[in-house]
């Protein structure tokens, strides 16, 4: 029986993302050229700048280049994140594959080095807004890399960032479990 199971991002949260970020360069725009919501700047009773003018058309071109920049970075990474619609954790009956060795690469952890799956919170230096993570026990880390994106080892506990995943990590983590349940009665063998 072939079994597999896999996790995306919240497409809720890449089409937000996408929308800020659309937001921000029409800000940029308006800043910059259209002046409908922000003020143009100072002139005369010629229409000539001012040099009070100059200055806010210096301080609207940089807060412009930084809306544009900050803008086309959400988009970008919102649009991507909805078109590519790359998993960020699969589950099959060879193990667990998770997407934090860098934007494109994976992690894979065969069901055999896996202790045990669960799910946490996490209340950060805050304690505030508890996050939720995904944390899978290895028998052994050595072998698998240190520096990884949305996750970071604790002895031989991986804490995965499992905030925005269209999946709960509690839900995830049972899955997982009865994966790892099954590889150890025999199922996939």
């Not at 005369?44 to 210096?58: I, L, M, N, P, Y």
């Not at 894979?108 to 993570?133: E, L």
Request: with cysteine; charged share 25%.
């Amino acid at each position: 029986m072939t079994a597999k199971f896999t996790v995306s991002k919240s497409a809720t949260r890449q089409l937000l993302m996408t929308a800020a970020g659309t937001l921000l360069l029409l800000a940029a725009l308006d800043v910059v050229v259209l002046h409908r919501l922000s003020e143009p700047p100072a002139t005369d009773d010629d229409g000539v700048t001012t040099s009070k003018g100059q200055t806010e058309r210096r301080t609207d071109l940089v807060w412009g280049t930084l809306f544009t920049v900050a803008g086309a970075t959400l988009v970008a990474v919102g649009s991507g994140g909805m078109l590519t619609g790359r998993c960020v954790v699969e589950l099959d009956e060879a193990g667990v594959k998770l997407r934090v060795a860098g934007p494109m690469s994976y992690v894979a952890i065969p069901w055999d080095d896996i202790v045990s799956v669960r799910s946490a919170r996490d209340y950060g230096d805050d304690g505030h807004v508890p996050m939720p993570q995904l944390l899978i026990e290895v028998r052994a880390r050595a072998g698998y890399p240190d520096a990884l994106w949305g996750a970071v080892w604790e002895e031989n506990v991986l804490r995965i960032d499992a905030d925005g995943w269209e999946t709960a990590a509690e839900e995830v983590a049972v899955r997982c479990e009865l994966m790892l349940g099954r590889t150890q009665e025999g199922d996939y063998h």
